[in-house]
């Protein structure tokens, strides 16, 4: 089945400091890919989708300015924070939609566990 | 705004019995539903999914019924084994916009 790569798996920083993250489509291509959030025992919650050539839509309540996401070739996507906070540690977790033929299923990463200290 | 949702947040069940694990939703515009299995740490995996012109699909040990009448999703496994324990979830999409996640239900095989 398709592949989906994200990186790092596991993040520490510093408040303040911004972290990036970047999820990879490695056998197809994707437009379109979505970051998620997702709090310990509690479901993903969609953050923005991300448009390959265009600008990211962002859910409401998600800082723009806060969530860097860029989408800049049809097999990578990155989610960027920016002056990341304690508050915002979490697990980040990105798909990725295949554009070929009818496929809606959404492939997705491993995650990532941001720990801002 | 409309979300969807799942009974139970725990289930227990003995290595080798079935399990079922029932998911509600309520755009009743849903026309794709797809379950996914997620383990500690890691991203959700794909299992199953139907359309809605469907009430049952099955796969490898594993079966979907839909319920439109009652906006209705279960997943049943068969024959659990250990490496069945995660936490699962449905999801649901309308015209093939972004997905909506339940708060999903943790399984726990008893060995």
């Known amino acids: 089945g398709a592949v989906v790569s994200q990186h790092p798996s596991r993040v520490i920083c510093k408040s303040g400091t911004s972290v990036k993250i970047e999820c990879r489509s490695l056998?197809?291509?994707?437009?379109?890919m979505f970051w998620y959030r997702q709090f310990p025992k509690k479901s993903l919650m969609l953050m923005a989708t991300s448009n390959e050539g265009s600008k990211a839509t962002y859910e409401q309540g998600v800082e723009k300015d806060k969530f860097l996401i860029n989408h800049a070739s049809l097999t990578l996507s990155t989610l960027t924070v920016t002056s990341a906070h304690p508050e915002d540690s979490s697990f980040y977790i990105c798909?990725?939609?295949?554009?070929?033929?009818?496929?809606?299923?959404?492939?997705f990463g491993s995650g990532t566990q941001l720990s801002v200290l | 705004g409309e979300s969807v949702g799942l009974h139970l947040p725990t289930l227990s069940v003995q290595e080798g019995d079935n399990s079922i694990i029932n998911c509600a939703y309520s755009n009743s515009a849903s026309d794709y539903f797809i379950w996914y299995k997620q383990e500690s740490g890691k991203g959700p995996q794909f299992i199953i999914d139907?359309?809605?012109?469907?009430d049952k699909r099955q796969g490898q040990r594993v079966t979907v019924l839909l319920n439109k009448t009652v906006k209705h999703l279960s997943l049943q496994i068969a024959a659990t084994q250990p490496g069945d324990s995660a936490v699962y979830f449905c999801?649901?999409?309308?015209?093939?916009?972004?997905?909506?996640f339940g708060t999903g239900t943790r399984l726990t095989i008893i060995p």
């Open positions: 056998d197809f291509q994707a437009t379109t």
């Open positions: 999801a649901d999409t309308f015209g093939n916009e972004k997905l909506t």
């Open positions: 139907i359309r809605s012109n469907m």
């Open positions: 798909s990725a939609r295949d554009i070929e033929g009818a496929n809606e299923k959404l492939f």
